[in-house]
């Protein structure tokens, strides 16, 4: 029979996460502060504890995953990666198509990745407290469990329309013992002048990063947790893209192309990298970072630098950006739209290492139903636009008749994002590209330091 999962053994857990900055052609650009001073990392001691900060500037190539981690990890890794036989053969494609199903662990996404990193880091600081922000509550949800595990307790600020729109990730959240506060709140300075200006506001992503934030730097008890966008975020996803490499190993097969979602470029980054060490080495892969169209980060954003936040509360970083006062059109994707993207992955777009593509909502939701209808998985929206992206590929070689392998990661499970289905099957989707001039205004409130 042919072999549909490619499994790896607990013990073949990578020891080590990988730093792609160690292969970058060029050093990354170093934070800001708002007057345009590289920022030091003791700066970001206000917001993070100091074994966090020691994995964002990291520059050596490996840095070992503590056992307590790894330990955790076996609880749902190795992931397990398929060859998506029925997916071939409903595309007719002469390609192999290939993805890593993110979606067993607890949470249902690669969040708890880094998550459980992260908490077990700021243990061994003695942090007891960590405030968080989440939009859909994928990021919410890995971080509660991960807090409860090393007795971290955890507020999240939680985007208002997600609040009311996804009770169920709110109870996930809450059934892990973390506190889930409605953001804009009146529980910070940031949060209660965006309610003033406008009591119905929706929240954002660039809001809730404010109020979490601001809670780390107002009390000396907590510290802020980020789920995507910074290094040694990415950095602990790259056990995605190493455990995908042995069991590339283990059927003598390697890709043509990787694929992944890019939100804030955490997926794609801990996918992708680590065959971007192969990349850099000489070898020929493709790494494509899949975007919405309505939240078009590195396909039309500018790369310059931008707050991470609505409120400026974080240090300045080159990234490309819609700008920090961007308010994405309601996409069910909620985990990409974010108004940035990682700086590590920024720059490497810029330097044209790896690719970037964007697609309209109604084509990934399309991609999606077909997928679920021949491997059976249900994949959050999310990763609706990789899977779009691989189908794309596979249907190019059905044209040119070329055997390509094909290999994307699956983020995570759409269980909870069944509302957007339900409104795909009735016809109620739509695409909504983002308005040029909304660009062109992003421009204008861009940080007033020198910009590339
Ligand atoms: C959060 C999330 C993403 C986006 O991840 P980034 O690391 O921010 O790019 C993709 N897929 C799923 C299922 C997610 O939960």
Redesign the pocket.
């Known amino acids: 029979m042919d072999q549909v999962k490619i499994l790896l053994d607990e013990a073949e857990i990578p020891t080590h996460w990988y730093n792609v900055v160690a292969d970058m052609p060029n050093p990354p650009a170093p934070p800001l502060d708002p007057e345009g001073k590289p920022i030091s990392p003791a700066a970001l001691s206000a917001i993070f504890s100091d074994p966090i900060i020691e994995h964002e500037v990291a520059r050596t190539r490996w840095v070992p995953i503590p056992e307590p981690v790894r330990e955790i990890y076996r609880l749902w890794r190795p992931t397990p990666m398929f060859r998506a036989r029925r997916l071939e053969a409903a595309i007719g494609t002469p390609a192999r198509i290939y993805y890593k199903y ?2 067993v662990s607890a949470a ?4 708890p990745n880094t998550a459980v990193a992260q908490a077990y880091l700021n243990h061994t600081a003695s942090v007891h407290r960590l405030a968080t922000e989440t ?2 509550g ?2 919410g949800s ?1 971080l509660a469990m991960a807090g409860r595990m090393f007795g971290i307790d955890v507020r999240v600020f939680m985007v208002r329309v997600s609040y009311d729109q996804k009770p169920y990730r709110r109870s996930m959240m809450e059934t892990w013992g973390a506190e889930v506060v409605p953001s804009p709140s009146t529980e910070t300075r940031s949060g209660r002048k965006t309610l003033d200006l406008d009591p119905d506001s929706p929240g954002s992503l660039g809001i809730a990063i404010s109020e979490a934030v601001e809670e780390a730097v107002s009390r000396n008890d907590t510290k802020y947790a980020l ?3 910074l290094n040694h ?2 950095l602990h ?1 790259t056990v995605i893209g190493l455990e995908a490499k042995k069991q590339f190993a283990k059927i003598n097969d390697y890709p043509d192309v990787v694929i ?11 996918s992708a990298f680590p065959f971007l060490a192969d990349k850099a080495g000489g070898r020929e892969v493709r790494l494509v ?1 899949v975007e919405p169209e309505s939240c078009p980060t590195l396909t039309r954003g500018h790369y310059a630098y931008d707050t991470g936040d609505a409120s400026g509360f974080t240090p300045l970083m080159l990234m490309y950006t819609l700008g920090h006062n961007f308010v994405p059109p309601s996409i069910h ?4 739209r ?1 108004h940035g ?2 700086p590590l992955v920024s720059q490497l777009y810029h330097e044209r290492i790896i690719e970037a593509v964007a697609r309209p909502q109604l084509a990934t939701f399309e991609a999606g139903m077909t997928f679920a209808r021949c491997e059976g998985i249900i ?5 609706n ?1 990789a899977i779009r992206t691989a189908i794309d590929e596979a249907l190019e070689c059905k044209r040119t008749g070329e055997p390509k392998a094909i290999y994307f990661t699956l ?4 269980h909870f994002d069944l509302t957007a289905y339900d409104r795909y099957l009735q016809g109620q989707l739509d695409d909504s590209p983002y308005p040029e001039r909304a660009i062109a205004a992003a421009l204008e409130e861009l940080p007033k330091v020198p910009q590339p």
């Open positions: 993110e979606g249902g996404s690669h969040k939009g859909a994928q990021w890995a789920g995507s966008v975020v990415l996803q992944a979602c890019c939100g804030g470029g955490s997926n794609f980054g801990g970072a994707a909620g985990g990409l974010y993207d990682s994949p959050a929206p999310e990763s636009h983020s995570g499970h759409g």
